[in-house]
């Protein structure tokens, strides 16, 4: 045991070479410090349409100007201003007076049809492309009342509006599985990086010919990068509480994450052990995780899936089952990769 502590102990000492790793480490302690402040900006990209305040003038021309002027009054942030015809509204938004063109015609079927001018590829274009969606779509659905009576048959309902905050969703289907799943990621790539560094640098045999085996290097450089990732992760979520973002269940989730890190480890090793070039190995390595969590990524009950619903205190038995079979298969995984390792050796 002192000598697997013993090289845990200069793994994590040399941790202060790895610039890539510390950057990485950098970036999510800014993020947890400031995700209070940092979560408006990013719900803008994710969900555009959650900005408050964002507000658009829409220049309409065409023979459905009056019907855009109702649905604007039902669209907070959005107002249409009505212009004889289409060049007239296009000459306004050139000269910076609208924010768009809504140019409609309608045919003698009574169809509408509507062409939109936006700016093209500035910082404000994904709002008004936003709200002039939103714009629209409240056209269709006032259209849709006003010929539901002329149907033959009833159109099937629209579902719901969901007033569920997309802050709310963007901090626990997002931001917290981030900070959670990428200490995983940083210990894989950490431990792939020593055992090749190792074989490149020829110190693997000086660390074999010392009073140590093989399986206590590997469990020892294990035991470094799986370390790390718990205590990574409870910061994180001290740091997002202390943001006052509420996270349940913590023990759980560090359970969880510290089971995929073992799992996510441990493929890094067989990894390292097939491939000692570094660049082949990283390579491989990457492709792994990507393939291991997209899998994952598209079950029902996957690791950010698990772990949002632990964090919003919604989690079922069937979660708890699922915490501990992703345990069971980790460590089933490392026993083997260990094993292996220690008879095979690492190859050249």
């Excluded at 009073?211 to 020892?220: F, K, S």
């Excluded at 509420?246 to 491939?275: D, E, F, Q, R």
Aim: charged fraction near 15%; hydrophobic fraction near 55%.
């Amino acid at each position: 045991m002192d000598s697997r502590l013993t090289i845990a102990g200069r793994e994590l000492a040399g941790l202060r070479a790895e610039k890539t790793i510390l950057l990485a480490i950098g970036i999510q302690l800014f993020i947890a410090m400031f995700s209070s402040f940092l979560v408006v900006g990013l719900v803008s990209m994710y969900d555009p349409g959650a900005l408050d305040g964002a507000e658009i003038e829409v220049a309409a021309a065409g023979d459905a100007v009056d019907d855009l002027e109702r649905a604007a009054a039902e669209v907070p942030g959005a107002s249409v201003t009505p212009y004889e015809d289409a060049g007239a509204a296009r000459s306004a938004f050139e000269r910076n007076a609208a924010d768009a063109v809504v140019v409609t015609s309608r045919a003698e079927s009574g169809r509408v049809s509507a062409a939109v001018t936006a700016p093209d590829a500035t910082v404000e274009t994904t709002v008004i492309v936003v709200q002039l969606r939103e714009l629209l779509r409240t056209y269709e659905l006032n259209e849709r009342d006003a010929r539901a009576s002329s149907l033959e048959e009833s159109p099937l309902p629209l579902p719901d509006r969901s007033d569920t905050s997309p802050y709310f969703t963007f901090t626990y289907t997002v931001l917290i599985p981030l900070l959670v799943f990428l200490p995983v990621f940083i210990s894989g790539s950490l431990i792939v990086d020593s055992i090749t560094e190792e074989l490149d640098q020829g110190t693997m045999e000086l660390l074999r010919v010392a009073p140590v085996t093989l399986a206590e290097i590997v469990d020892g450089k294990a035991a470094a990068a799986i370390g790390i990732a718990p205590g990574q992760a409870l910061l994180w979520l001290l740091l997002l509480e202390a943001n006052g973002t509420s996270v349940a269940n913590v023990g759980p989730i560090l359970a969880l994450m510290t089971a995929l890190t073992t799992l996510v480890v441990s493929v890094a090793v067989g990894i390292a052990a097939v491939a000692p070039d570094r660049q082949a190995a990283q390579l491989l390595y990457s492709v792994a995780v990507l393939v291991l969590f997209g899998g994952a990524t598209a079950m029902a009950g996957g690791p950010a899936n698990a772990v949002a619903r632990l964090a919003i205190d919604s989690a079922d038995a069937t979660t708890g089952v699922l915490v501990v079979a992703y345990a069971a298969i980790a460590a089933a995984a490392y026993l083997g990769v260990r094993r292996v390792v220690a008879v095979e050796g690492f190859g050249r």
